[in-house]
């Protein structure tokens, strides 16, 4: 039973256009959502956060927005670079539980 | 500071030979996590020490995998018996009380091949 899944497995985007990858989940009861960065041969790198109380939230060149009716949240990365391309995972959590991966997507951004 | 440090970073063994993974979590951290990634695969959640509490085995796939955490602070992960579908990277995260709204922070994993 996948509780979050990311539908797209991999994105080619143009250097200076808008990335915009997209994450779904099925518990309710998530109340925390992190998106991580992976290069090869790399763990996981923290990107940015959104709790359930807000909509969006924005860190520089990355925005999260969170639509809690259609339980899905998505992550734009406006301009894109070609050093953001990475696999990008999507992860959720409620309260003191751990966290719940999608399956990633693989971001290539092309100069 | 130093970040979270995993060894070895790269592991061959034989099927049916026991593995032993260690990880070095951020200081003050009282949060651990064991994560894997299997080919092609999302992350795996494993299981989840924190503070003196009980650890959440519920992602351990068999009972061939066991884990301990030693005064709160270096974890190690044992495999019985390696099977060529425990091979993946095996990732270690640890955060600062594993409340809710807290990030996790990786280490870089070590890679796990069975022969």
């Known amino acids: 039973d996948q509780q979050v899944k990311q539908n797209s497995p991999s994105l080619s985007v143009q250097e200076g256009r808008i990335s915009i990858l997209n994450c779904d989940y099925t518990n309710s009861m998530f109340d925390y959502f992190l998106w991580y960065k992976k290069y090869p041969a790399e763990g996981p790198t923290f990107l940015i956060s959104i709790s359930s109380i807000k909509d969006k939230n924005e860190d520089g060149r990355f925005t999260v927005f969170l639509n809690k009716s259609a339980k899905h949240l998505s992550l734009h990365i406006v301009p894109s670079q070609p050093g953001d391309s990475a696999v990008y995972f999507c992860?959720?959590?409620?309260?003191?539980?751990?966290?719940?991966f999608g399956t990633g997507t693989r971001l290539l951004v092309s100069p | 500071g130093a970040g979270v440090s995993q060894s070895p970073s790269n592991k061959v063994t034989e099927k049916g030979k026991d593995v032993e993974l260690r990880c070095d979590p951020i200081?003050?951290?009282?949060?651990l996590y064991w994560y894997r990634q299997s080919l092609g695969q999302g992350l795996e959640f494993l299981i989840y020490?924190?503070?003196?509490?009980?650890?959440?085995k519920s992602g351990l796939p068999s009972d061939r995998f066991s884990a301990e955490r030693t005064g709160g602070s270096v974890s190690t992960l044992t495999i019985q018996r390696t099977q060529q579908e425990d091979s993946a990277v095996y990732l270690c995260?640890?955060?600062?009380?594993?409340?809710?709204?807290?990030?996790?922070?990786f280490g870089p994993g070590t890679r796990l091949l069975v022969l």
């Open positions: 020490f924190q503070g003196n509490s009980a650890p959440d």
């Open positions: 992860a959720a959590k409620e309260g003191f539980q751990k966290l719940v």
């Open positions: 200081s003050g951290h009282t949060a």
């Open positions: 995260a640890s955060s600062p009380s594993g409340r809710g709204w807290e990030t996790q922070y």
